[in-house]
């Protein structure tokens, strides 16, 4: 049971240049998350999906899409980086049930661009 | 809406002494609430939550929080550091309204533990 997992690790881009970041996770969760994290602001929800083929704006989606062709699965698109989109890259999965959103994070993609 | 402030951006404390880190929260609905930690260059991994069972929260590695609603506050705390407790902690409130699969975190605190 490896959780939620992330590719790649680390990345860097020259400005204008797009990339996709992939999640997957394999607990069966509903709910998928894309936050980014920089230095004291905590983490930003950019995406999220409440299920399989859909997805919906978090609180900074700009420049970012994103797909959920499959359940276990959510990829995070960048089609022109820009070097504002310099960050640490998360990834969530959580499943409600009725009860608390707690939500498990895979290790982080570390994205610089030039 | 809902938010959170964490009001120490870094807390230093001796190793062996207590710690405590502080949370304040606002939501429009009965919240559940969180404590992640996140050492250098690892995810985050969850401490203990709140979810309106017991005011005192247990969670990992000896800490705990206490939801005071009156105060609107759920400060972590632990009796004695210890040099691995070295990492950021952010406090974290989702809403039980709708939208409640959303998560609003703070801006985090640095915890440095010296020896």
């Known amino acids: 049971n490896a959780g939620v997992t992330q590719t790649p690790k680390f990345r860097v881009l020259k400005t204008g240049q797009s990339m996709t970041l992939l999640c997957a996770q394999d607990?069966?969760?509903?709910?998928m998350y894309w936050y980014r994290q920089d230095p004291g602001m905590g983490l930003r929800l950019i995406h999220y999906?409440?299920?399989?083929?859909?997805?919906a704006k978090g609180e900074v989606p700009d420049g970012y899409n994103v797909s959920r062709l499959k359940k276990q699965n959510f990829l995070l698109g960048l089609e022109s980086a820009a070097p504002s989109q310099t960050s640490v890259y998360f990834c969530?999965?959580?499943?409600?049930?009725?009860?608390?959103?707690?939500?498990?994070f895979g290790p982080g993609t570390r994205l610089t661009v030039l | 809406a809902q938010s959170v402030t964490q009001l120490d951006s870094h807390v230093s404390v001796s190793e062996g002494t207590p710690v405590l880190l502080r949370c304040n929260y606002s939501?429009?609905?009965?919240?559940?609430l969180f404590w992640y930690v996140q050492h250098p260059n690892k995810g985050l991994q969850l401490l203990l939550k709140?979810?309106?069972?017991?005011?005192l929260v247990k969670g990992i590695n000896g800490f705990e929080a206490e939801f005071k609603k009156s105060e609107t506050s759920f400060h972590l705390t632990k009796p004695s550091a210890h040099m691995s407790d070295a990492a950021e902690y952010f406090c974290?409130?989702?809403?039980?309204?709708?939208?409640?699969?959303?998560?609003?975190f703070g801006k985090g605190t640095k915890l440095s533990v010296i020896p």
């Open positions: 607990m069966n969760h509903e709910y």
């Open positions: 999906s409440v299920g399989e083929g859909t997805t």
């Open positions: 709140y979810t309106s069972a017991a005011t």
């Open positions: 974290v409130v989702s809403s039980s309204g709708a939208g409640s699969y959303q998560l609003t």
């Open positions: 969530a999965s959580s499943q409600l049930l009725g009860g608390p959103n707690e939500q498990f």
């Open positions: 939501s429009s609905y009965s919240p559940s």
